[in-house]
């Protein structure tokens, strides 16, 4: 059975930091690009960082680039989003998204349930 479990979520002051974390079980770790996307009420759901294997580059949309760092520790199946420096507009339901496709094109995709980011003072 495929899991993605975030945490890490929660309330933080502006110009704070939080750890995301999302531990997987499932498939196959190793061969697939992990990402996180987030979704604020009332906004479409956007890419925000994504890292993959092996993990010497990641890519961040332009507004984190910065301030988020994506990682993962393949031994532990899990992928990370560190957020510094927080700004109210950062505040999002943030989910982890495991990607890969293989030589014929075809896409496979799991998504987990998303964790809470509220930025405010």
């Known amino acids: 059975q495929v899991q993605l479990v975030e945490s890490g979520g929660g309330l933080v002051q502006p110009g704070g930091s939080l750890r995301l974390s999302c531990e997987t079980s499932g498939f196959a770790f190793h061969d697939f690009v992990m990402k996180w996307y987030r979704q604020a009420p009332g906004k479409e759901r956007e890419f925000v960082a994504g890292v993959g294997n092996p993990a010497f580059r990641a890519d961040y949309t332009e507004s984190v680039r910065g301030r988020f760092t994506a990682s993962r520790d393949d031994t532990r199946r899990t992928a990370y989003l560190q957020i510094n420096i927080l700004r109210p507009e950062d505040a999002a339901v943030y989910y982890c998204?495991?990607?890969?496709?293989?030589?014929?094109?075809?896409?496979?995709?799991?998504w987990g349930q998303g964790t809470q980011v509220t930025v405010s003072s």
């Open positions: 998204n495991a990607r890969s496709e293989d030589l014929d094109g075809r896409i496979t995709e799991y």
